[in-house]
């Protein structure tokens, strides 16, 4: 089982930032896959960005390209969502998972831990 906590969202304004953090805890130690999603009202959750395991390469949605940024500090298990460029269709619901297997970094199916969510608002 691995635990996760997601923080750092916000109110922010169009164009600034907002730095997602996710915390792991548990079974740390397994090599996994941790992906970033997000789901606004009345919408399905979808992809945002991932990072394979031991941040060896990244994914990102076209919505995220160029303006996300996603990363990870294995010594402290933490993973990082930075958001620049923010623009009120980002508004949602951001969550952290992580999943184990060669699936779609984009499937949200696949992965089988999931954080509580961190809200990030932008205003126009």
């Known amino acids: 089982q691995v635990q996760l906590v997601e923080s750092g969202g916000g109110l922010v304004q169009a164009g600034g930032s907002l730095r997602l953090s996710c915390v792991a805890s548990?079974?740390?130690?397994?090599?996994?896959?941790m992906g970033w999603f997000r789901q606004a009202p009345g919408k399905e959750r979808e992809f945002v960005a991932a990072i394979k395991s031991r941040g060896s390469s990244t994914y990102y949605a076209e919505s995220a390209k160029g303006r996300f940024t996603i990363s990870s500090d294995n010594a402290q298990n933490t993973v990082y969502l930075q958001m620049d460029r923010l623009k009120p269709e980002d508004t949602a619901i951001y969550y952290c998972?992580?999943?184990?297997?060669?699936?779609?970094?984009?499937?949200?199916?696949?992965?089988?831990?999931w954080g509580q969510g961190t809200q990030a608002t932008v205003s126009s």
């Open positions: 548990g079974r740390t130690h397994l090599m996994y896959d």
């Open positions: 998972a992580a999943r184990m297997g060669s699936a779609r970094l984009d499937w949200t199916k696949g992965y089988a831990y």
